[in-house]
């Protein structure tokens, strides 16, 4: 009995274009109809891809695995959702605690007391200037330095 081209990739469980593929290569022998459609007998299909009724009556997946897996995502999604809700807890502590040590702020600026020179404290004069008194002299760059030793 010859089916469609799209009987045929639904009973072998391909696509119809690698169908269509296998037979314009030879791996397939197909009939095109009057009005242009491909037919392919059951029997190639059978020979070249095997039986095709097991393949069609077996379910990808049993029902009880779905199952299982399907409760297996529901205790993850309960037990995400327990800690998110914990991690929102903590979250609204801290921002309590924040609250409560937060300093007012200052009305107006502090000064800081210098402290009193004593004789001990005192700089010394040594009659010499400060190290830091003048300012190192710029430095120049690397081409006006190269141009300078006469190169």
């Known amino acids: 009995m010859s089916v469609s081209l799209?009987?045929?990739?639904?009973?072998?469980?391909?696509?119809?274009?690698?169908?269509?593929?296998?037979?314009?290569?030879?791996?397939?022998?197909?009939?095109?109809?009057?009005?242009?459609?491909?037919?392919?007998?059951?029997?190639?299909?059978?020979?070249?891809?095997?039986d095709l009724r097991s393949a069609t009556l077996q379910p990808a997946q049993?029902?009880?695995l779905l199952r299982q897996e399907?409760?297996?995502?529901?205790?993850?999604l309960s037990e995400l959702t327990r800690r998110a809700e914990r991690a929102e807890r903590e979250a609204d502590d801290l921002r309590e605690i924040v609250k409560r040590l937060a300093l007012p702020a200052p009305s107006a600026?502090?000064?800081?007391?210098?402290?009193?020179?004593?004789?001990?404290?005192?700089?010394?004069?040594?009659?010499?200037?400060?190290?830091h008194a003048t300012a190192p002299a710029k430095r120049r760059g690397w081409w006006a330095r190269l141009r300078s030793t006469g190169a």
């Open 109 to 131: 600026p502090r000064q800081v007391a210098q402290p009193a020179l004593t004789p001990s404290t005192a700089p010394q004069s040594t009659g010499m200037a400060p190290v």
């Open 6 to 50: 799209a009987e045929a990739a639904q009973l072998v469980g391909l696509h119809r274009s690698n169908l269509l593929r296998a037979i314009k290569a030879g791996r397939i022998s197909g009939v095109r109809d009057d009005d242009g459609s491909w037919r392919v007998d059951e029997s190639e299909l059978v020979r070249v891809y095997g």
């Open 62 to 64: 049993d029902d009880a």
């Open 70 to 76: 399907l409760k297996h995502a529901e205790r993850l």
